[in-house]
């Protein structure tokens, strides 16, 4: 098992900046990568952003292509989202997940095999 915990969100200024992390326990090593989903009220679940754990290749959603940066700390196994220019839009909460396998794309988030119970991001105009 994989244990997943986010910390970092909070409240701020449309233009600001916010950074998560997701910290991950247990058996670290089955994990093949990390994800970070949102949420908005109202709204269905939406991918944000994937990284793989060994070689840190990254995929992001159009939607914050070029404002949010994912990166993680293999010797912490902690996974990040960095978010810049955030607009209300961003207001949700974030989650992140963790996979083992490959074989689904990362923005399904059926391939994910652990999740964390996820940080409010909330966006004023």
């Known amino acids: 098992q994989v244990q997943l915990v986010e910390s970092g969100g909070g409240l701020v200024q449309a233009g600001g900046s916010l950074r998560l992390s997701c910290a991950a326990s247990?058996?670290?090593?089955?994990?093949?990568?990390m994800g970070w989903f949102r949420q908005a009220p109202g709204k269905e679940r939406e991918f944000v952003a994937h990284?793989?754990?060994?070689?840190?290749?990254?995929y992001y959603a159009d939607s914050v292509k070029g404002r949010f940066t994912i990166s993680r700390d293999n010797a912490k196994n902690t996974g990040y989202l960095q978010m810049s220019s955030l607009q209300p839009e961003d207001t949700a909460i974030y989650y992140c997940?963790?996979?083992?396998?490959?074989?689904?794309?990362?923005?399904?988030?059926?391939?994910?095999?652990?999740r964390g119970q996820g940080t409010q991001v909330t966006v004023s105009s």
């Open positions: 997940a963790a996979r083992k396998g490959s074989v689904l794309g990362p923005e399904d988030i059926s391939a994910y095999d652990y």
């Open positions: 247990g058996r670290t090593y089955s994990v093949y990568a």
């Open positions: 990284i793989t754990w060994v070689g840190g290749s990254t």
